[in-house]
């Protein structure tokens, strides 16, 4: 099974964030920049299947040339090649931008799965995967909390707010996954080493056929503003003096939890 992986580059989550005021957009210059632990649930994701069933994991990325830095650490949890298509024209790109980039950049490829991470960590727009999907004419199976692969088709539990629901598409698709598949793996010294080593193919926009069609020169969204979260009410601090746990029982009817 060929599996395709796509992967993004942000600024570490662990890091406070910082807003450039004129782009309304997370400064990505002289911050930490990792792998979005979402889409290391995706290699994993991918790894497993191969393992399982033989074949292999591609990673796919879009970014700057320092966004190989992410590709090789998928590769060093054991995806066997990556592709990063960088190009000064792609900066600043939306998310059908950088779905068309992908597209373009596979076309022809015959992955039998595309996996992807549900949403970014850095900007949560959860868009790209099914502007993906309809650009490859693939089934999107989204939220996935399991997948199993088999008999010409993928089957997935599909997260939702009541519990999850049974959702299968038959193979090519392009499938979503939650936090709650799997657990990455960490690389191991040996898969850092040999990441080293690994293709990771280049391409820019004329490489795929794009060149003034995506990215600044194709623009259609704009951050226009951006305004701090409002800060939480704080919770209720219980003096227990033998009344604890009666006031806990009180407070969860009044949410209407018991």
Do not use: W
């Not at 792998?35 to 990325?61: C, F, M, N, R, Y």
């Not at 997948?147 to 629901?165: F, P």
């Not at 960490?186 to 193919?201: D, S």
Request: hydrophobic letters at 40%; proline letters at 5%.
């Amino acid at each position: 099974m060929n599996v395709l992986v796509c992967v993004k580059q942000i600024p570490d989550p662990n890091a406070p964030g910082k807003l450039d005021p004129q782009t309304k957009r997370l400064v990505r210059e002289g911050v930490d920049l990792v792998l979005d632990p979402g889409d290391e649930h995706g290699v994993e994701a991918g790894l497993q299947l191969v393992e399982k069933d033989g074949g292999e994991v591609t990673i796919i990325s879009m970014g700057p040339p320092k966004a190989l830095e992410a590709i090789r650490r998928a590769l060093a949890m054991g995806a066997h090649r990556g592709i990063l298509i960088t190009d000064p024209g792609l900066e600043n790109s939306d998310a059908i931008s950088t779905a068309r980039a992908i597209a373009a950049a596979t076309k022809g490829q015959n992955y039998e799965l595309i996996i992807c991470g549900t949403e970014s960590t850095d900007g949560s727009s959860g868009a790209v995967p099914a502007q993906l999907a309809e650009l490859l004419g693939l089934p999107l199976l989204s939220f996935a909390k399991k997948l199993e692969v088999g008999d010409g088709k993928a089957v997935i539990d599909r997260q939702t707010d009541d519990g999850y629901d049974v959702v299968e598409a038959p193979l090519p698709a392009l499938i979503t996954v939650t936090g709650g598949i799997n657990e990455a793996r960490y690389p191991a010294l040996r898969g850092i080493m040999q990441a080293k080593n690994k293709e990771v193919k280049q391409v820019g926009l004329k490489d795929i056929g794009l060149e003034g069609q995506a990215g600044k020169a194709a623009l259609t969204q704009e951050v226009i503003g951006a305004a701090p979260a409002e800060a939480r009410k704080a919770g209720e601090v219980i003096d227990d003096k033998g009344e604890g746990a009666k006031r806990v029982a009180e407070f969860l009817k009044e949410l209407k939890v018991i």
